[in-house]
């Protein structure tokens, strides 16, 4: 990895080489700084070629079907002749080892497929980490050259906003509910949704399905219309991953709604919106890296905070000589 | 206020002059940077003293009877001779211009009472501003020679993490209920607490008050024991705002357990991991205020900004460059 210059990679990820993005990738998540810096350098590098892919992010609690879901959604699209990679984001890999995308048997005839590209969630401490890392990647995949980017993530804490920060459309996969669990859907991530869908309509469970899709859909009608849809959207759907039902309509219904936010500036004002944030996002945490790991700054941090823990100041002045000193 | 120095304000302050210690809190409440810097002074200077009182927090749903109990306690409290201060964390109280304490005559009596101070939450936006005012409104009442500082706070949100940040005793105020909605307390907030008061143990709704702490106290003893707790601690007990009922139990229980964590080391050394905890909280939010208030800054972060919502430059690339800038 230490091997290649930024430049070298860069020309081998834009053409297409897959071992190239995967250290790349490796790149981005690593903590080490002289790995960042070269990242740094790739990253920018690669931003100037202005190479996009239609990003989706894609939540669901688990036992929705989600990885189902993804391989018979995947192979529909390299199917067209569309190159797709997959990424995932999550929150719980530092603890449990990896608890999705960490087994790509998971999804056996995606992962062999030569135009798709599947990468596990790291196992990094911290939301924000993972955060930077997965968008990193995002540019990463987009300068190879795929046409579509999936983030997948589960339902739980606040990895699905992270993922709706760095997507251009937000798709949520659930099962078939009786009428009283629709409440139990948190009524932010439904104001996030660009659509619903709804798995399993197939067998047994396709009637509860069809019920679930009708009361998503009335449930959505009563949310404010936003600025960035067209009339009729957000929608539920029904799907069936296991009967590779309905994946077309999704599809169609995904790239109705890319086209019209294109035609109408929302796609781009998203993503410049969205790369702002990033941005600021990562100058805040820069500054406040620098208290943890600039060794005569942490000294002094402790110098003055044993001064208030003894009570000798208070802690506004102390912090108003530590920002004196920060500031210059 | 801005006609009198630190050093002056800081003299009355240690004389137990109230309208002193009244123009002090509004000091350390105003948003303006001369008032800020004056405020810093006149903290530091009062740190030095080293006077101390009881640190109560007291967190309750609304209706659960806390402003009864705040007089009944107070009033109990002054009748010993002791001087008590009440202040105020109302997170809500941007929004709706003061929600609890906003009124004195909720407190009539105890506001009347010389050896009482009663101080209502301010209008500030964020939780932050809040948690500083409060925290030095209570170094300001400590130094004008108080007791006992209550901080009551509603069970909201953030709020009671912030109070038993800066706190030495944290009392949970209950209503009477029935054995399901026990569960419902978020164990977050019983692992806080010091001690468990159920209150209207009277008329109609003491057999229900008593079936409550017995409930509570079942709960407690299921938690981990805490190391800064003695034997039988965190404990449930009833009481009656409205009869005066149980009062004199609860304040025995509080000075025992204050007492204990003062003999051994766990009084202290709390007061002063609370004083680092929130010096470097102070040095975190200055850094990051920087961004927002330099006009320097803002616009070089406006201008990077800019070159990477238009795709020019990668965000971390930009950051890096930001970073060098601000760290000089």
Request: proline content about 4%; glycine content about 10%.
């Amino acid at each position: 990895m230490s091997d290649q210059s930024p430049a070298d990679l860069a020309t081998r990820i834009l053409a297409a080489d897959r071992r190239a993005l995967a250290r790349a990738i490796t790149l981005v998540e690593s903590g080490r700084s002289e790995h960042r810096a070269k990242a740094t350098v790739l990253l920018d590098e690669l931003a100037g070629e202005g190479r996009q892919a239609l990003r989706i992010g894609l939540s669901g609690t688990p036992g929705v079907g989600k990885s189902t879901f993804i391989e018979a959604f995947g192979m529909m699209l390299t199917a067209k002749g569309l190159r797709v990679a997959v990424l995932a984001v999550d929150p719980s890999s530092a603890r449990s080892g990896g608890s999705i995308l960490g087994d790509k048997t998971r999804m056996e005839r995606l992962s062999r497929d030569p135009n798709a590209f599947i990468r596990p969630s790291p196992s990094q401490a911290h939301l924000g980490g993972v955060a930077r890392r997965t968008r990193e990647a995002v540019s990463l995949c987009e300068a190879a050259g795929f046409d579509v980017v999936l983030i997948e993530t589960v339902g739980v804490g606040q990895s699905e906003t992270l993922v709706a920060e760095m997507v251009d459309l937000f798709v949520l996969l659930m099962a078939p509910a009786g009428g009283d669990e629709l409440q139990g859907v948190k009524r932010g991530i439904m104001e996030m949704a660009d659509l619903i869908l709804v798995n399993k309509a197939d067998g047994d469970l396709k009637p509860a399905a069809m019920r679930t899709v009708a009361d998503y859909a009335g449930a959505l009608r009563l949310l404010r219309k936003r600025p960035q849809d067209p009339e009729g959207f957000p929608k539920a759907l029904p799907v069936s991953a296991l009967e590779e039902n309905g994946l077309e309509k999704a599809w169609d219904e995904m790239q109705t709604l890319a086209e019209w936010r294109r035609a109408n500036g929302h796609f781009d004002s998203r993503r410049a919106e969205q790369a702002r944030h990033w941005f600021e996002a990562e100058v805040r945490e820069g500054l406040l890296a620098r208290l943890r790991e600039d060794p005569q700054i942490r000294a002094k941090m402790t110098e003055l905070g044993d001064a208030v823990a003894d009570g000798q100041n208070a802690p506004s002045a102390a912090a108003a000589t530590m920002l004196e000193l920060l500031h210059g």
